[in-house]
Antibody, heavy 118, light 112 residues
């Protein structure tokens, strides 16, 4: 059974760093891309970027380029999303997902709530 | 700033049908597959339709997808209270750079 299990909710202050995770199981991790999707309160879904764990090829949507870092560790079948300096506007729910060869995201993590507040 | 346009909301009574449109362009829907997702905020999104009109196993045939030119449509028949959620279309391709607006803006379905 394919599963993507994300790390727990985080409450941080502006300027702090953060790394959240998405642990995959039930399939060969290095054969599929992993993507991160943001949902701000009251807003829609936004694809932030994707990573291919086998070679760490990473692509970002323009709005997120330089704002976050997406990575993957194939030794632990875990993908990561990290910030070096959080802003209040980073407060959101973050989902990881597995895009297929025809780009649909067939499996999703349960989401990680990030709250950034002073 | 989605490039895929969806109506903000649709509603219907239980048992009725709703359709949700997703309007794009020759640069996105006109070239790529469309997928549809059901999302209850705070829960994991669920894939409903992929490759324009295919349903994953476990998705009832009450849900259907179609694509024509630069638009796609999600249909839900026999509406149930459990169908109340936000619905998103999405389209992109591996051989192009990611762009902002992969997902449509979302449509809230309300069962009256």
């Amino acid at each position: 059974e394919v599963q993507l299990v994300q790390s727990g909710a985080e409450v941080k202050k502006p300027g702090e760093s953060l790394k959240i995770s998405c642990k995959a199981s039930g399939y060969r991790f290095t054969n599929y891309w992993i993507g991160w999707v943001r949902q701000r309160p009251g807003k829609g879904l936004e694809l932030m970027g994707i990573v291919f764990p086998d070679d760490s090829d990473t692509r970002y949507s323009p709005s997120f380029q330089g704002q976050v870092t997406i990575s993957a560790d194939k030794s632990t079948s875990t993908a990561y999303l990290q910030w070096s300096s959080l802003k209040a506007s980073d407060s959101a729910m973050y989902y990881c997902g597995r895009p297929t060869v025809t780009t649909e995201i067939d499996f999703w993590g349960q989401g990680t709530q990030v709250i950034v507040s002073s | 700033q989605s490039v895929l346009t969806q109506p903000p909301s649709v509603s219907a009574a239980p048992g009725q049908k709703v359709t949700i449109s997703c309007s794009g362009s020759t640069s996105n829907i006109g070239k790529f597959y469309v997928s549809w997702y059901q999302h209850v905020p705070g829960r994991a999104p669920k894939l409903l339709i992929y490759e324009n009109n295919k349903r994953p196993s476990g998705i009832p045939d009450r849900f259907s997808g179609s694509k024509s030119g630069t638009s796609a449509t999600l249909g839900i028949t026999g509406l149930q209270t459990g169908d109340e959620a936000d619905y998103y279309c999405a389209t992109w391709a591996w051989d192009t750079s990611l762009s902002d607006g992969v997902f449509g803006g979302g449509t809230r379905v309300t069962v009256l």
